[in-house]
Structures are given as C-alpha cells and as structure tokens.
C-alpha cells in the first residue's frame, strides 16, 4: 500500500446543511443504531462525558481487522448535546497511522431559522499527515474521508438510506 502525506494542512473543515433536527444529527453522530449505516459502515461507541471512551469498531467485511476491533480510538473531551462535541481522535489503520499522535476532532451542531440544521466538522491534524491524508479524501486507497463521511450522514438523514443504498 502507498500512503501520501499531506504536510500543509494543519485544521480540516467541512460543513453541510442538512434538513433534520439537531437531535437527528446528534442521534446519527452518536448513537450506534445510526452511525453504523453511513460512511464506512463502522459502529462507533461514545461515552458520552468528558474522560469517556471514544471508539470506532472494524465494520464487517474489513480484510485487515477483526469484526469489533478497535480501529480508531480517543476520549471525550466535551460533550454538548445536540450543539457541540469535541474529541481525540487517533487512528488504528495500519503502524504507520498508530504511531502518529492523536488528533483532535469537534463537531458543531447549530439548528438555523429555515428548519435546517448546519453540522460543522473541524478536525486538527496537526502532526499527523498521514491521518490528514486519509481523512481528506486525498489517500486514492482510503475512500472519501470526511467530505465521504458527513455526505453519506446528510443523505441518510434526509432520504433514510445511505448513498449507493
């Protein structure tokens, strides 16, 4: 597997506007009953308080990981519920990834006049290029990142299923 580094990209930004609550969009962040049917299709567990654990488990079918394995891991560092969340994140993908250190992660929830709710995701990479890499859709072996990710929960929330079904 070749792996770019992304050297110049310190904080990743992404914002969508998505027509659910803010609750709906807390709901599929957090809860394992909802984050599991978009994206990469990975159950992720919250201990929802400052100090709990944060993890992202190997969705099936992963061919270099066990079912329930950790494949990224962190702590809560603040827990707003439904307005702001704010983590550790550190990857578990491959050596080369763990050894990076860990990265921190904030997800803003704002509900606006339209009946929509804007979710912001600000992810500093800081010392990590490998992670900002994969995380920004610019690993061509990695999928879409975070643009893939906040996507697939946008048109899960919206139409009740995931892209491509």
């Given at each position: 597997m070749t792996t770019t580094t992304q050297k110049d990209v310190a904080t990743q930004i992404y914002r969508v506007f998505i027509d659910a609550t803010p609750e709906a969009v807390w709901d599929a962040i957090t809860s394992p009953d909802w984050n599991a049917r978009y994206g990469y299709h990975a159950e992720t567990k919250y201990d929802l308080r400052p100090g709990g654990a944060y993890l992202v488990l190997a969705p099936s079918g992963d061919p270099?990981?066990?079912p329930t394995e950790p494949i990224i891991e962190g702590e809560v560092i603040e827990c707003?519920?439904?307005h702001r969340l704010v983590q550790t994140w550190h990857a578990l993908f491959s050596p080369e990834t763990t050894a990076e250190?860990?990265?921190?992660?904030?997800?803003?929830?704002?509900?606006?006049?339209?009946g929509t709710t804007s979710l912001t995701v600000v992810h500093e990479v800081g010392d990590a290029p490998i992670t900002a890499a994969l995380t920004s859709g610019n690993d061509p072996n990695a999928g879409g990142g975070w643009a893939w990710?906040?996507?697939?929960l946008k048109t899960l929330l919206e139409t009740g299923k995931a892209i491509g079904g």
């Open positions: 270099t990981h066990a707003d519920p439904p250190p860990f990265t921190r992660l904030t997800w803003e929830i704002e509900a606006h006049p339209n990710i906040i996507s697939d």
